[in-house]
């Protein structure tokens, strides 16, 4: 069973008078407050994290390959994308 455990953070002064003129604007409380914004710091960050995992991925990979897509190709797919076009992902090659 996950047991829900307190934890301490200290915040300046300014910043708790901030966060408490927040919680009563939204009508929350500080402890909702602190949760949510911890929560999203933490989807941000591992989506962050996730996203620089994938890129030293994709270097190591051409690193070893070689392969690639230049920046026109890249460019032209893109376009016809944003005009609303389907296209195909270019090929990658040497």
């Avoid at 989807?43 to 990979?61: I, K, M, S, V």
Wanted: with cysteine; glycine share 4%; proline share 2%.
């Amino acid at each position: 069973m996950n047991a829900v455990r307190p934890i301490a953070v200290k915040l300046d002064q300014e910043t708790r008078d901030r966060l408490k003129r927040l919680a009563d604007a939204r009508d929350r409380s500080t402890h909702w407050m602190l949760r949510e914004a911890v929560a999203q710091f933490i989807t941000r960050e591992e989506q962050r994290e996730a996203f620089r995992q994938a890129g030293l991925a994709a270097w190591q990979e051409y690193q070893a390959t070689g392969q690639h897509v230049t920046y026109e190709e890249a460019d032209a797919w893109l376009a016809k994308l944003e005009a609303g076009e389907e296209a195909d992902l270019p090929e990658c090659h040497n």
